[in-house]
């Protein structure tokens, strides 16, 4: 099966689809590696990011197996497939840009037009977030609050639900089984430090500082997550073309 380029509309499904064809042609056998992240990146002419996203699609579905240091895996047949409720929601790494290019403004709106009693529900989400890190417990609840608190300090009743809406549409089953592999007390700590940065900037007035904080802070989310995804896996060394896969199988099997 020739490589073919793909399009940008929901990118990392398109990916995502042709390397499952790929699998069910037989070009990649069952157990076999697959060609590295900026291989797969190159011949499909997409960014690594999306590599990442139809990867871990892949594996929701059961289709790849991720293993430690070593790479990824085409996995065993299933006998029932497994369907990936997050066909229909963008990725992770175009999540995380919507939300820095609206939730960047939204910051600095809020910092110039909050009140005192605004920023109070604010505090404490950062609060219970910092309970919640030191007890080693998920902290999703007290940082969706923290960004919708935000959102409503701007007096604009119109952000709330975009800002209610983008969360909730991140946090499907490809950001979670990105946290189930990256998540740590460290990355919690480093949210709860990012959250308290913001809160200054709000409490002082400073639209500029609220925007590069928020900026800043979901800027770092993406870097961890590619850097955590990165490290779990071995270095990566050139790999032969996916449509030499084939061929390639052959051989190991003899």
């Known amino acids: 099966m020739p490589i073919r380029t793909v399009e ?13 064809a790929l699998i069910a ?16 990146a190159v011949q499909l002419g997409v960014s690594r990011p999306s590599v990442r996203e139809a990867l871990i699609a892949l594996e ?22 497994v369907a990936d409720p997050s066909n229909e929601a963008p990725g992770p790494f175009e999540h995380l840009r919507a939300r820095w290019l609206l939730e960047g403004e ?8 909050a009140r005192p009693e605004d ?12 309970n919640r890190v030191r007890k080693s417990v998920d902290t999703e609840e007290s940082d969706r609050a923290f960004h919708c608190g935000i959102a409503r300090a701007t007096h604009n009743s119109a952000l709330v639900p975009v800002v209610q809406h983008l ?23 480093a949210a709860l430090e990012d959250h308290r940065a913001i809160l200054d900037m709000l409490e002082a007035s400073d639209a500029r500082g ?13 870097r961890e997550f590619s850097r955590h995804w990165d490290l779990l896996q071995e270095t990566e060394t050139t790999t032969t073309p996916l449509v030499s896969a084939k061929k390639n199988r052959g051989s190991q099997q003899r």
């Open 106 to 113: 939204i910051a600095a709106e809020a910092a110039k037009n």
């Open 119 to 130: 920023l109070v529900p604010i505090r404490a989400s950062v609060q219970e977030m910092q």
């Open 210 to 222: 609220a925007r590069a904080a928020m900026r800043h802070h979901l800027d770092r989310v993406a």
């Open 60 to 81: 929701i579905e059961g289709k790849v197996e991720v293993r430690v240091g070593a790479g990824i895996f085409v996995a065993a047949p299933r006998p029932v497939a």
């Open 167 to 189: 969360w909730d549409l991140g946090r499907g089953a490809i950001w979670k089984r990105m946290e189930h592999h990256f998540q740590t007390h460290e990355l919690r700590n």
């Open 25 to 40: 042609t037989g070009e990649f056998a069952h157990g076999s590696r697959l060609p590295s992240e900026r291989d797969l």
């Open 8 to 20: 940008n509309q929901r990118l990392y499904r398109q990916i995502a689809d042709q390397l499952t």
